[in-house]
Structure formats: C-alpha cells, structure tokens
C-alpha cells in the first residue's frame, strides 16, 4: 500500500477556486473515461508504423515497432504522447452516454472532472471541447497520483465521494488517500478492460455509462 500523496499547490490553488460545496461527490477523470483516447493514439501509433505490444494498462514499455515489434524507450514514449495530446485534444470523441449519464446525475451530485494533461496547456481546449459535447462541469488538470487531489477536494464534504478513472495507479493512489471514497474503474476500450482485473479496492469495473449511473444512483 503507497503512502498518500499530497496535492501539489497548483491544483490545491485550482480546488480552492470552486465554489464552496457540502454536497455528494462524483470526481471523474477524462481520458478513457469521458472522451476516448486508447482508439486515437492507437490510430496515430499506426500513422507511425508503431503498435500496442499487448493490452496491459500501461504506456510506457508497451509501446513498439510495428516492423519487428522492439520496445520504444520511456523517452520515446513520453514525446510521442505529447506531440499526439497537443495534435488530437481538441477533436477526441466522447465516450458514448457520458454526456446523459452525467447530466442525470449533477442533479443529486457535484461534479468535477480530474485530469492529468503533461503540463496542464492543453486545459483550455479540452474545457472547450467538454463544453461543445455537453460535459460543462469544472475541469482541474493535476499530474502524477491522483489521491493528493481527490482528498482536497472531499475534504468538508459529509456525503459520499465516487471517483471514476481507467488507471489503475490512481485508483491505488485514491484509496490510499481516501480509503472511503466509491471507486469506479472506468475503462471504455473493451479490449484494455477485459485484460484487467480490478483489485480489492475497485468497487465497479465498467465501460458502460449506463451502469455506472445505476451504480451511483444506488448509492445512499
Ligand atoms: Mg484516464
């Protein structure tokens, strides 16, 4: 088990600017979850003769030539991410039901949607982007674990706190951080899911924005 993590002050300083809120908590991270991302880098690692080598949760080391199927370095991996976030974060698809799912549920829950984007620039256009699909909720970019981040914004909160994301890293993180939160392991590619096993703290693993509204609604 990691320790927590604390929040770093550039999304504490983005938290504190939210409205003041006692009310129930959904945090719902972005890529993989709300808009999708594992079928737009695929078709750019395929613009570029390089594959997924298997369907394990991770990028880095998973990443290799399509010729004779070597492993880019972690370097190699993190440029290549950069460029594809800058060329293709403002045109990602929405996740089909997140739009509905989510607009059902800001009606009983606050929303805030939690993501990781290398050097957080890319924020404004990926809020447009929400907006324009009918997901308008906060947006806080964050990098690294997320746990630091979800316990700030769950802190004076006394209703429950759902946190949604596909990573496998945050979640460990998440409940490290706040053990108590409702954690929802979002992961829209079916081939990615089906290749993972959720672990014991993983409440639910979908890929279904239906069922994961049924979840939460369920929830007392
Ligand atoms: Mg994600």
Redesign the pocket.
Known sequence: MPEPTPVLPEVLAQIASLPASGNRLIVC?????VLH?IRHLETYLHERDLVFLNHEYRLTGNIGRRDDLSVLSADHVRKHLLDFFDAISHAQDLVHGADIALNNLSENWDIVLLTNLPGGHNKPTREKLLGSLGVPYPVVTNSGPKGGAVAALAANRKGPVVFI???PTNHTSVQASLPSSVQIQFIADQRFRQATAPEDHIDLLTGDWQETADFISAIV
């Open positions: 991270d972005v890529d993989e979850v991302l994301d596909d990573s």
